[in-house]
């Protein structure tokens, strides 16, 4: 059954203190991962897309990895407007459903 | 570019009582998803639509939801009847098959059933 996992379930950090997120994942055939960012009352706005290990994309203080069995999303010197649910997703074929992990609270105080 | 539009935003209802959510995709995207978010969790798809047919509708529980997309534009959510367990947010997606592969949500609708 394929599964995705999320870790920490709430992180806290101070501005400027870099950190990681984790999303770990059981799929049989993987097309895509994806990332997301959720904030309160709001729908999930996506951020990247990796498709191979091995690959990396960034946007701004954010850059997402991939390895064959977990994705990270670094977060460098975060700020308070960082602040959000970090939602992870795996998809099988083009075009199909997202399986989501249950997501990483994200809090970063000034 | 407008994006996903979802109306209403809130509904708050009975058990028993039944209920509709109502998505306009942005515009041109030919594929359309409903999700079903319960509080804590990520969403987690009920229906997807590729025009006016269906493609995925097997965790939708069908004795009480049902979807359609007239004219592969619209599309409606119905819950009837609501048990307190149907209390979510429903997020409406949409993507451009012709293009990448992300989809792009909806605000969503909240649904509280009391």
């Known amino acids: 059954e394929d599964q995705v996992t999320q870790s920490p379930e709430a992180l806290r950090l101070q501005e400027g203190e870099s950190s990681s997120l984790n999303c770990s994942y059981t799929v049989s055939g993987l097309r895509g991962l994806f990332w997301y960012r959720q904030d309160p009352g709001k729908g999930p706005e996506f951020l990247f897309t990796?498709?191979?290990a091995g690959e990396e994309k960034e946007k701004e203080r954010l850059k997402a990895t991939l390895t064959k069995k977990e994705s990270f999303l670094h977060i460098t010197a975060p700020k308070p407007e960082d602040s959000a649910t970090y939602l992870c997703?795996?998809?099988?074929?083009?075009?199909?459903?997202?399986?989501f992990g249950q997501g990483t609270e994200l809090s970063v105080k000034p | 570019e407008a994006g996903v539009a979802q109306s209403p935003r809130y509904k708050i209802i009975e058990k028993r009582q039944s209920v509709a959510f109502w998505c306009n995709p942005i515009?041109?995207?030919?594929?359309l998803y409903w999700y079903q978010q319960i509080l804590g969790q990520g969403p987690k798809l009920l229906i997807q639509?590729?025009?006016?047919?269906?493609?995925?509708d097997s965790q939708l529980p069908k004795d009480r939801f049902s979807a359609e997309r007239l004219k592969g534009v619209d599309s409606t959510l119905k819950i009837q009847p609501a048990k307190l367990e149907d209390s979510a947010v429903y997020l409406c997606?949409?993507?451009?098959?012709?293009?990448?592969?992300?989809?792009?949500f909806g605000p969503g609708t909240r649904l509280t059933v009391t």
């Open positions: 997606a949409s993507r451009d098959p012709g293009t990448f592969d992300e989809q792009y």
């Open positions: 997703a795996v998809q099988r074929n083009q075009g199909g459903k997202l399986i």
């Open positions: 990796l498709y191979s």
């Open positions: 515009s041109g995207h030919a594929t």
């Open positions: 639509f590729q025009n006016n047919g269906v493609v995925d």
